[in-house]
């Protein structure tokens, strides 16, 4: 079965630090990496995401670094501020599967002003 | 703009009980989707449609029905309610296949 497996479950950062989220994937047929950020009480937006050809993608405070050969994606939050607490969430999309992701578990960051 | 609405917010079920969990859109997006949220397994897809008159099934669609019969509306049906529905219920929509999706705030079913 298609996985996307991410770590940590829970995060504790202090602000100003660096946040670092991991995901990881068995199927090489992937072909876009979205990040998502949730709130409580909301559904989730698009933060950011990243097709496999690119190594690293940076939006603000933001960056994807994305490891082909490793089969891993990470994303990166720099100066972590407590606005920035949030459940994060990478996805998969399978190639040729149009619409459909494939999820992982969330990670639960909590940033310690 | 209102964006992706989901009714009602809160929902609480006996086991054997029906409900329709409501969402429309008004981004006159083509792709809408349903999704249920577990803690530890982030969001599993149940059912989608690419447009009006076309659905099909995601990960987890048994027990649940869906049509669409509008481009804003994908109403979720759920024939027998079962505890094991007990769940946040997401939907979401999207332009295009590169387009990022939209979500509701969510419904927070209990099946009692």
């Known amino acids: 079965q298609q996985q996307v497996k991410q770590s940590p479950q829970s995060l504790i950062v202090q602000k100003g630090g660096i946040s670092i989220i991991n995901c990881a994937y068995e199927?090489?047929?992937?072909?876009?990496f979205p990040w998502y950020q949730q709130f409580p009480g909301k559904g989730p937006a698009l933060l950011i995401a990243i097709r496999p050809d690119v190594s690293e993608k940076k939006e603000g405070r933001f960056t994807i670094s994305f490891n082909k050969s490793a089969k891993q994606f990470s994303l990166h939050i720099m100066d972590s501020q407590p606005g920035d607490s949030a459940t994060y969430f990478c996805a998969a999309r399978v190639r040729g599967s149009n619409y459909q992701l494939i999820w992982g578990a969330g990670t639960k960051l909590i940033i310690k002003p | 703009n209102a964006g992706v609405t989901q009714t009602p917010k809160f929902q609480v079920l006996k086991t054997g009980q029906s409900m329709t969990l409501q969402c429309a859109q008004d981004m006159n997006h083509e792709y809408m989707s349903w999704y249920r949220q577990d803690p530890g397994m982030g969001l599993r897809l149940i059912h989608y449609?690419?447009?009006?008159?076309?659905?099909d099934q995601g990960e987890v669609p048994n027990g649940y029905n869906v049509s669409r019969s509008t481009t804003e509306d994908f109403p979720l049906r759920l024939l027998s309610a079962a505890p094991s529905q007990t769940s946040v219920y997401f939907c979401a929509s999207s332009l295009g296949v590169n387009s990022p999706l939209h979500f509701g705030n969510g419904t927070r079913l209990t099946v009692t």
């Open positions: 449609s690419v447009g009006a008159g076309i659905t």
């Open positions: 199927n090489t047929a992937f072909d876009y």
